[in-house]
């Protein structure tokens, strides 16, 4: 990519999971890392968070869920991305992803998993050096 | 020469002398050192620092004004606070089992923890419910479910606190009617029902409507329990989310009690008497690491609490002026690296709150930072607090830290850090005001990206997560919500639509949504139409007609 333009981010919540405190703080590190911020709120649905990426045309998708919704609301997520031929995004998540399921979400496209604790600059440079595109 | 001329001239010395030979040069561990709230602690703390402290104005005893010793002549002496687990998952046959498990290891007090689809007031089979269904709480619909999870629990004999907010006027209406056909009348039941919404626009954000029809649901709610149900805690005003959500302590505090003013005032407006409705009202906090920094709170609290119901909103009844509280330790200090470790994060800030005065305690379990508690994640838990209460002797004094100069200096901080934000909000034309402005929202934003980059910058330490880190170590059994609840949860909505009364729903729906139009107590109207198998997202669906919905503006 063109080392010049501003990465792009869209950082959104899906599903009705109100837990904000981590993507707020992640998404303000982003922006404070230079990169381009939108945050959609809370309570996206999979097709809301679809619209959001096709409109904003961003380089990542971050995704942040503490419900336990994960497995059912990722993979929908990716699999409409998929529909509209959006391949060169990258999405990462985070939030409470138990080890387990991670590789789960792995073989359905999603690269990047965030648990509690995770330092933000670990997640500022894995997405610097992750970007598809 | 005077006392405090004396007193000052041996300081100087120590400090001249003693301290500073002992230091000769060397570096403390810190250059300052500041509390969670931001509070420069000093190295010692001397009589000098509470010399304007009266006794009797200040602290009082026990169970007298200001009620800064603890809300209770006795506390602990008596009885030990409650031991409320807060615990739902999956279906109501599988949360059913989990209270039996804790009610036969010891556990005081139930607490329900509703699914997520429950507490937005969807159905099950709502496309917004996909994959949420028992995730982070029981799943429950209709009356079928609150039947089945208080199967076998007499609800005479145990107190129940509910955790629901926007549809809580639902759910209390709900265990009404359960407790009615366990042939207990509502005067009889005993608990707590949350039902604070300003704090879901501040920090949970599990609201659905907006904040004006839902003040009206809960003041409707505390008349109807101040009538009928005179034993219940119609609202838990609470800073556990707020402060989960990146608060500071003191913001915790004065956030928490300043939306408690704004139901007093919705109250009084109301036509309510206060000394009718206050001595209902009680509190939720947060105990969170900073140990003396959270005993203070709660110290603070009370002593705020006080001087404001006494002095500006004219409550006479003792028990309209002393704050009661259930703590809940943080589970925003959890960590996933080492899990085990939090028991002891867990040991430390449940002290605190019985150490504050609580009156109920949740302890967390160990594996809340990976999943919902294990049978024995949530066991050991208990335990915890159970060993707090029987072994360490910590109950048998009433507040035994007064008097320690650091504890009666930083109740009084945090007391005026408070009063300083009464202030700001008041300016900004009240609660609902500052909500609608983001103050709130952008306080706590700033505090939990502060916190966040002290840690990431070695400020601050969590031992296993930037200190003492382990490159390996083991994860315990985690819990896992089977697919399956929601099919079943779906199954049972469609078993019963199927079978009751449709007609009589209907006409009780339209009967609710005419009566919401007016300005009449909604609660009979609810109570109604449960009874009749009416489902939580039906009453919710028909509310939302009248009231509308709340949309958050978005602030990162």
Known sequence: ?133 | MTELDDFLKELTKWEENILGKSINGKEMRQTQFKNLSDIDIKGLFTPLDIKETKYIEKLGFPGQFPFTRGAYPSMYRGQFWTMRQFAGMGSAEQTNKRYKFLIGHGQTGLSVAFSLHTIYGYEASDKRALGEIGKEGVAIDTLKDMEILFDGIDLSKISTSMTINAPASILLSMYIAVAGKQGISPEKLRGTIQNDILKEYIAQKSWVFPPEPSMRLIVDTIEYCTKYVPQWYPISISGYHIREAGSTAVQELAFTLADGFAYVEAAIKRGLNIDDFAPRLSFFFNSHNNFFEEICKYRAARRIWAKHMRNKYNAKKKESIRLRFHTQTAGVSLTAQEPENNIVRVTLQGLAAVLGGTQSLHTNSFDEALCLPTEKAAKIALRTQQIIAYESGVADTVDPLAGSYYIEWLTDKMEQQAEEYFRRIEELGGVIPAIHKNFFQTEIANAAYKYQREIDSNKRFIIGVNKFQSEKFELPELLAIEEAVSEHQINRLNEIKKNRDNEKVNILLTKLKEAAKGTENLIPYILDAVKEYTSVGEIIESLKEVFGVYREKQII
């Open chain 1, 1 to 133: 990519m063109n080392k010049t333009r501003r990465i792009k981010i869209i950082a959104a919540k899906p599903g009705l999971d109100g837990h904000d405190r981590g993507i707020k703080v992640v998404a303000r590190a982003l922006r404070d890392a230079g990169m381009e911020v939108i945050y959609t709120g809370l309570h996206q649905t999979p097709e809301d968070i679809v619209n959001a990426v096709i409109q904003e045309d961003p380089d990542v998708l971050a995704l942040s869920l503490l419900s336990g919704a994960h497995n059912t609301l990722c993979p929908i997520i990716m699999e409409k991305l998929h529909e509209k031929n959006i391949d060169d995004v990258l999405v990462v998540v985070g939030g409470i992803i138990p080890r387990k399921d991670t590789s789960f979400l792995q073989k359905k496209g999603l690269t990047g998993f965030f648990g509690p604790g995770t330092p933000l600059q670990i997640i500022v440079d894995f997405i610097k050096s992750n970007l598809k595109r």
